[in-house]
């Protein structure tokens, strides 16, 4: 298993300024999957963060507005850049652990979250 | 790309009774994972239930089981006996079986489910 610590847990945040996410695993991971849940939908994947690269975009994100750092195995932020109203969602980060010794695993454990307010 | 469909936005069910939802998927790979996730108010992902595409046999977890049928692509969820916990946002979601960047996610637009007395 995995314990994710994710910070903060909450904010509200002026229009125009930027707010960086950190995600803190108990663990050595090599992928980590920030997501974004928007108000009452479902969860959509920003990028994929591999430690020692840049990090993968998904259609329609960008590194601009969504950078995001990986120094090592067991961490990584996410900054939201410029923020407007349209960004205010949950978001929340989450890892695969491998098991050594047997095949992948399948589970993903995610970070509680931080919901995110701009006005 | 694959897709994951939840066709029932919100479910209510009585305290003890027993309630199905349903998830259908659509992709060209042969060897994938299934999920259910819940998200209670607090806004955890919790992992309910999975499912190996390889495996024939259903995947059962206490109180919850699945329906999975690859050949029709529709993964449902049951839950017996439900309880006023088990009222939650639940996501159906998909991952191919292949490591690398395909390990991502892709999840249901989501079920609100009420449980009632």
């Known amino acids: 298993s995995a314990v994710i610590s994710q910070k903060p847990s909450r904010d509200i945040c002026q229009r125009g300024t930027s707010l960086t996410i950190q995600c803190q695993v108990d663990s050595q991971v090599t992928m980590m999957f920030w997501y974004r849940q928007q108000p009452g939908q479902s969860l959509t994947l920003i990028a994929t963060a591999n430690q020692g690269s840049e990090a993968t975009y998904e259609s329609g994100f960008v590194i601009d507005k969504f950078p995001i750092s990986r120094p090592n195995l067991t961490f990584s932020t996410l900054t939201v850049s410029n923020m407007s109203p349209e960004d205010s969602s949950i978001y929340l980060c989450?890892?695969?652990?491998?098991?050594?010794?047997?095949?992948?695993?399948?589970?993903?454990?995610f970070g509680q979250g931080t919901r995110l307010t701009v006005v | 790309a694959q897709t994951v469909t939840q066709s029932q936005p919100e479910m209510s069910v009585q305290e003890a009774e027993t309630v199905t939802l349903s998830c259908t998927y659509d992709?060209?790979?042969?060897?994938?994972?299934l999920f259910w996730y819940k998200q209670p108010p607090s806004r955890q992902m919790i992992l309910v239930i999975r499912q190996e595409a390889y495996k024939q046999q259903n995947a059962t977890e206490n109180r919850f089981s699945v329906n999975f049928q690859k050949a029709a692509k529709s993964f449902s969820l049951k839950i017996s006996d439900s309880q006023l916990g088990d009222a939650a946002m639940y996501f159906c979601?998909?991952?191919?079986?292949?490591?690398?960047?395909?390990?991502?996610?892709?999840f249901g637009t989501g079920t609100r489910l009420q449980v009632t007395l």
């Open positions: 979601a998909y991952r191919s079986a292949f490591t690398g960047t395909a390990s991502k996610l892709t």
């Open positions: 989450s890892v695969v652990p491998q098991i050594q010794g047997s095949g992948p695993n399948t589970e993903a454990f």
């Open positions: 992709t060209s790979e042969s060897d994938y994972y």
